[in-house]
């Protein structure tokens, strides 16, 4: 049989109670008249059981109960059945009605110390009333006088047993609905399913019992060893079926927490997931100050069915500092059960006006570095015990890393909309500066520009000083720049040696070139770079919205072409006009002799080793793609690479890329099994949709395994056109080819969108491996990269990577491969196999020794 036991709620709970304990008790009173109205029930002479041993009986089964928790209700289902038919075949009508209803109410004052809650005991006690005379009514229509040796009395009586069960459980089920204020009709029929099948297993055990009895009194014996076992089975199962669900919750809660990346959704899904894993009717996670004497920084807290609330911390009182210093000294859990005698644990208690509460501390790397507290567990049924102290604590330190990740994640998306060198706008910033004007553009907004600029002579001042100083160059120029436009627009670094920069409410030609001159002058004067004056200077192109572009590319594109002819010509500053567009003889030579280069196979391919941290074995190398033209000599990556993107010739150049490379790796198989070759794919490639089929050729010309093909892609580039390079990655995915991303925390990048994508590497940026040694920051971001892409099951690549410092802080963090200047610059294809040879024989002195050469 079913009764309430509700957690308390504090609007409606007696107006619900009584709209639905009323009916039920007219129920009741209107059945035991029927029952009473009808023919008694024969019972066998030799065979008589006393109506008070029933109501023993009764109190007995009810205080014996199986608890099912129903969100802020606990249902239970006791083991009544089995004297419910005992009572129907061996006691008279009258007798059977005072034992139901006086051995529940027995039950519910002894055992539940209900005489505090009159409401549940009214209600429940109309209940057994109910049951009472619900089953004389069904028993006595059915058995027909029988008699109670009779099958068909057996029958009735079970029969009686399960409707009275149904009943009871349905209005539980309305009344917990009631509470809710929900209602469904299938939860209902499934309430009634259940408690259809349990009264049918218990009172066929009463049944069997009562039988038994009629036979022979000694019966009792065997029957209450039965019975014990069936009560000790039935907890087992019952306990075991809890320890599942909270599994499958704790499961849920760990996919909330890593499916976000925004602190704020990590904070509330979490605390939500909390309520529901331990069944609570509120959380909350106070922060505390790093420092020596740890106090509440901040505090955010969680009712159920109420928005998370964010709140400075409440003052430290006597109440709550003995208890936030024995959890930052300690570091241990605490629980204040229900009706607990620890004074100042009730003091702290009543004062928070909640019954019960546990505290986990959540531990960082420089200590606790925050609490996390459950309070009230729903339902009448338990409070909180040792196990669920011991799960909140496995919560503890999941919630730990999530925050962790939330914070990483957050500055990952800083980082991804900034220059991870200068700390100024990127281009995806300035990307949407420019959208959101447009939009302002098409609806009335003022007309506004955007300039390029170009460093000049950067490339022999970072090859003269070297990297570093090239570094504080740009950040110096980038703090002039700013400085420069002082809110009148927005500075941004594309990457290298290139900036752009936004001017809001540029409402002419002339006006935009004014602007750019004044930016210039900004860098007249030398930077001083080591004691050393450098001459800074720059060219700049702009182009207007709406005269020259409409879109967002246009308008980069036009000014970049401003830009070139600037630089072509040795001015400071020209707006973009029609006849500088692509057209541009200069432009259309260098397209012209990188076609022909295709063509020729003049194009060569360079490697860079990638060797495994901690085996200091070469498992892959980078193809890097050079072009050295007769007449011009070498010409960057960074210049011919964007030409072909957009003349259209990126589709030749990679498959030149891809076959050479491919080709190299098949070759070297024999003296170097094993190594992999890596290749930069473009934006525009992944748009190519016979991509895949291609490279499915070129692997089966040259017979090399698709598993030492890896594709190296920026997440930015994914995220351009998601519906038609997703379906081509996945694609390469299935022909074997290992895809990796690029780059990782200077783009789009972040994990929520990257365990989207069918990758099984990442690679983090140079900007953050190279200055890791000296720069903490630099360090704490590679450190966490490498520890969520192992929770992934990614494989990590530092590329960067420029001395021995740097080499074992990342052999320190576990990372998988290191590529850098410290293993090996990149080579020609010819000059691999010697280099390798060398390594393999020479182990790791003869590696430092090369390095050193």
Request: with cysteine; charged share 20%; proline share 4%.
């Amino acid at each position: 049989m079913s009764t309430l036991r509700w957690q308390p709620v504090r609007d409606g709970s007696a107006r619900a109670a009584f709209s639905i304990g009323g009916p039920l008790a007219l129920a009741a009173t209107g059945l035991i008249v029927v029952a009473f109205s009808l023919a008694p029930f024969p019972r066998p002479a030799h065979v008589r059981l006393p109506w008070e041993a029933l109501a023993v009986l009764f109190a007995v089964a009810q205080s014996s109960v199986l608890n099912i928790q129903i969100k802020r209700q606990a249902r239970s289902t006791s083991l009544t059945d089995w004297p419910f038919v005992f009572g129907l075949l061996l006691v008279s009508p009258a007798g059977f009605v005072l034992a139901r209803v006086l051995g529940g109410l027995a039950a519910q004052l002894v055992a539940r110390r209900q005489f505090r809650e009159p409401l549940k005991l009214i209600f429940n006690t109309i209940t057994c009333a109910v049951e009472a005379g619900l089953g004389l009514v069904v028993f006595l229509l059915l058995d027909g006088g029988s008699g109670a040796h009779a099958p068909w009395a057996w029958v009735a009586a079970a029969s009686a047993a399960v409707a009275a069960n149904v009943v009871s459980a349905l209005a539980v089920s309305v009344l917990i609905g009631r509470l809710e204020r929900r209602f469904s009709v299938r939860e209902l029929l499934g309430v009634a399913g259940v408690a259809a099948v349990q009264g049918a297993a218990i009172s066929t055990i009463g049944l069997v019992g009562a039988i038994a009895l009629l036979v022979s009194p000694w019966a009792v014996v065997p029957l209450a060893v039965l019975c014990t076992t069936f009560a000790v089975g039935y907890r087992g199962y019952a306990r075991l079926s809890e320890r599942h669900e909270s599994l499958e919750r704790l499961y849920r809660f760990s996919q909330v927490v890593t499916t976000h990346s925004d602190s704020e959704q990590i904070l509330r899904g979490m605390l939500e997931q909390v309520c529901e894993l331990l069944v609570a009717d509120g959380a909350d996670l106070t922060f505390f100050s790093v420092d020596d004497d740890p106090r509440p920084d901040a505090e955010a807290s969680l009712r159920r069915g109420r928005p998370l609330v964010r709140r400075p911390p409440r003052h430290v009182t006597a109440d709550s500092g003995w208890i936030i210093d024995r959890l930052c000294r300690d570091q241990q859990p605490i629980m204040f059960a229900r009706g607990t005698r620890d004074l100042a644990a009730r003091h702290w208690l009543d004062g928070a006006g909640i019954n019960e509460a546990m505290i986990v501390p959540l531990r960082g790397e420089n200590g606790v570095i925050a609490a996390l507290t459950v309070t009230d567990r729903l339902g009448a049924a338990r409070g909180f015990d040792r196990g669920d102290l011991q799960l909140l604590e496995t919560v503890a330190n999941h919630a730990s890393v999530a925050l962790r990740h939330g914070q990483l994640m957050d500055r990952l998306r800083h980082d991804s909309l900034h220059d991870a060198l200068t700390g100024i706008p990127n281009r995806t910033y300035l990307q949407a500066e420019v959208d959101r004007l447009l939009a302002d553009l098409a609806s009335g907004g003022a007309p506004f520009a955007v300039a390029m600029l170009d460093l000049d002579s950067f490339k022999e001042v970072n090859d003269t000083l070297g990297h570093q100083q090239g570094d504080a160059l740009l950040c110096e120029v980038a703090a002039r720049l700013s400085a420069a436009v002082a809110g009148r627009g927005l500075v941004t670094r594309f990457g290298g040696d290139e900036f752009a920069i936004l001017f809001p409410n540029c409402r002419s030609d002339d006006t935009a070139a004014r602007l750019c001159r004044t930016v210039l002058e900004f860098l007249t004067t030398p930077v001083q770079i080591d004691g050393t004056a450098i001459d800074m200077g720059a060219s700049m192109g702009v182009a207007r919205a709406p005269e020259h572009a409409r879109t967002c590319d246009e308008l980069i594109k036009r000014a970049d072409v401003a830009m070139y002819v600037a630089k072509q010509a040795g001015r400071e500053v020209v707006v973009f006009d029609q006849t500088q567009d692509t057209s541009s003889p200069s432009r259309l030579v260098l397209v012209a002799a990188l076609r022909q280069a295709i063509s020729d196979g003049a194009l060569d391919i360079h490697v860079q080793p990638q060797m495994q941290l901690d085996t200091e074995r070469v498992v892959s190398v980078e193809a890097l793609v050079r072009w050295t033209d007769p007449e011009r000599g070498v010409i960057p990556p960074d210049e011919f690479i964007p030409l072909a993107e957009r003349s259209g010739l990126i589709r030749p150049l990679t498959d030149v890329v891809l076959e050479k490379a491919i080709a190299a790796c098949a070759a070297w198989q024999r003296h170097a099994p094993g190594v992999a070759v890596a290749v930069n794919l473009s934006a525009r490639s992944l748009h190519d949709e016979g991509l895949d089929d291609q490279i499915e050729r070129i692997l089966r010309r040259h017979r090399l395994s698709p598993r030492l093909l890896t594709l190296e892609i920026t997440e930015s580039s994914v995220m351009a056109d998601p519906a038609s390079t997703l379906g081509l990655l996945h694609r390469l995915r299935l022909q074997g080819v290992r895809l990796s991303i690029d780059d990782f925390g200077t783009g789009y990048s972040s994990l929520s969108y990257l365990r989207r994508l069918p990758v099984q590497e990442v690679k983090v940026d140079r900007t953050f491996v190279q200055r890791m040694h000296q720069e903490a920051d630099d360090a704490a971001i590679v450190r966490s990269i490498v520890e969520l892409a192992r929770t992934l099951e990614l494989t990590v690549v530092a590329e960067g990577v420029e001395n021995a410092e740097v080499w074992g802080l990342l052999r320190e963090m576990r990372c998988d491969i290191a590529q850098g200047y410290f293993l090996a610059r990149p080579m020609p294809v010819a000059e691999f196999a010697a280099w390798h040879r060398t390594i393999q024989t020479g182990g790791q002195h003869q590696r430092l020794a090369v390095v050193e050469t």
